[in-house]
């Protein structure tokens, strides 16, 4: 069974540029969440999707966003970058709630 | 305010020795408790979990221990190899509030030959 799939796996943006990025569940899972990973705040959750309704948001300014499809596939899309929007970011998908397994994320580096 | 601390932050082990990574919580609501490893360059890979309805759960060389009343878990990983090292990182969730977890800082083990 394939595992989570996030493209692309690195990115150089330049300051108030947009990105988007994407991660494609595994097979089978409806929810699909998103992480930011930097060395200082550690892993912070951005939102979750379910069934292309987003169920639960964390506390990240609307410059973040996200949407599903009806395959199940995600992105996110970051607007107006800043040089701390720098870091790993981590699609996890779930068939049950609860267990989660993570893709290998997408290098986001601003300059 | 983090929801779930973890510690040490780093952690030096010989091989075959035991590795003890400990977490602590505040939320009583949390009910779902997984821990995840995660090598350079990687995802974080779930590595066990358990509910707030068992004290241990084990899976070959690794173990969850859970203290309810002093909102407490912790990971053991038994005679521990090199390729053991990675960063660990416990979490938390509460089963109203979907796959929404907090995670803690994270700890490097390094297993030394």
């Known amino acids: 069974k394939a595992g989570v799939t996030q493209t692309p796996r690195y990115l150089i943006k330049t300051r108030g540029q947009q990105v988007t990025l994407s991660c494609s569940p595994i097979s089978g899972h409806r929810s699909v969440s998103w992480y930011q990973q930097t060395p200082g705040q550690g892993l912070q959750f951005l939102f979750e999707y379910f069934s292309e309704t987003q169920r639960n948001k964390g506390n990240f300014p609307g410059r973040f966003s ?5 395959n199940s596939r995600s992105e996110m899309n970051v607007s107006t970058l ?5 870091a790993l970011y981590l699609c996890a998908s779930s068939f049950h709630q609860g267990e989660a397994f993570f893709g290998q994320g997408t290098r986001l580096t601003v300059v | 305010q983090q929801q779930v601390k973890q510690s040490p932050q780093s952690l030096i082990v010989q091989k075959g020795g035991i590795s003890i990574i400990n977490c602590a919580y505040e939320n009583t609501a949390f009910d779902y408790f997984p821990w995840y490893q995660q090598f350079p360059g990687k995802g974080p890979a779930l590595l066990i979990a358990i509910r707030p309805d068992v004290s241990e759960k084990k899976e070959g060389r690794f173990t969850i221990s859970f203290n309810k009343s002093a909102k407490q878990f912790s990971l053991h990983i038994m005679d521990s190899q090199p390729g053991d090292s990675a960063t660990y990182f416990c979490a938390a969730s509460i089963s109203g509030n979907f796959n929404k977890f907090y995670f803690g800082s994270g700890t490097k083990l ?3 030959p």
């Open chain 1, 82 to 86: 800043e040089l701390g929007d720098s």
């Open chain 1, 66 to 70: 996200g949407r599903q499809f009806s």
């Open chain 2, 110 to 112: 390094n297993v030394k």
